[in-house]
């Protein structure tokens, strides 16, 4: 089954940090730009962090410039979020994505495969 699964999200404190991780099944993500999107509740589902397929090219929504970093290890066929300095505003479901083109920020553009997310909730 082809498939991406997201882990890492859970419970945090504001200040803390956390490392999700995007693991494909089935396929290999070495063709694929990686993207990492968010949906708070009640709000549009957004574009966080996309990385090309080499990782030589990443690219950042501006509320997360500088907080966050998203990596790729290829040999695990596993793309990685770091995620410091995390705000109550970061809380949200955190999807990954493949895309066999360009990285894109803009959740309209087409995808070929979403993950069903993982939830992260920043909260004292």
């Known amino acids: 089954q082809l498939q991406l699964v997201e882990s890492g999200g859970g419970l945090v404190q504001p200040g803390g940090s956390l490392r999700l991780s995007c693991a494909a099944s089935?396929?290999?993500?070495?063709?694929?730009?990686i993207g990492w999107f968010r949906q708070a509740p009640g709000k549009e589902r957004e574009g966080v962090s996309c990385i090309s397929s080499s990782g030589g090219r990443t690219n950042y929504a501006d509320s997360v410039k500088g907080r966050f970093t998203i990596s790729r290890d290829n040999a695990k066929n596993t793309v990685y979020l770091q995620m410091n300095s995390l705000k109550s505003e970061d809380t949200a479901i955190y999807y990954c994505?493949?895309?066999?083109?360009?990285?894109?920020?803009?959740?309209?553009?087409?995808?070929?495969?979403w993950g069903k997310g993982t939830l992260v909730t920043v909260s004292s």
């Open positions: 089935g396929f290999t993500l070495d063709y694929y730009a």
């Open positions: 994505t493949a895309r066999s083109s360009l990285c894109v920020l803009d959740p309209r553009h087409g995808m070929d495969y």
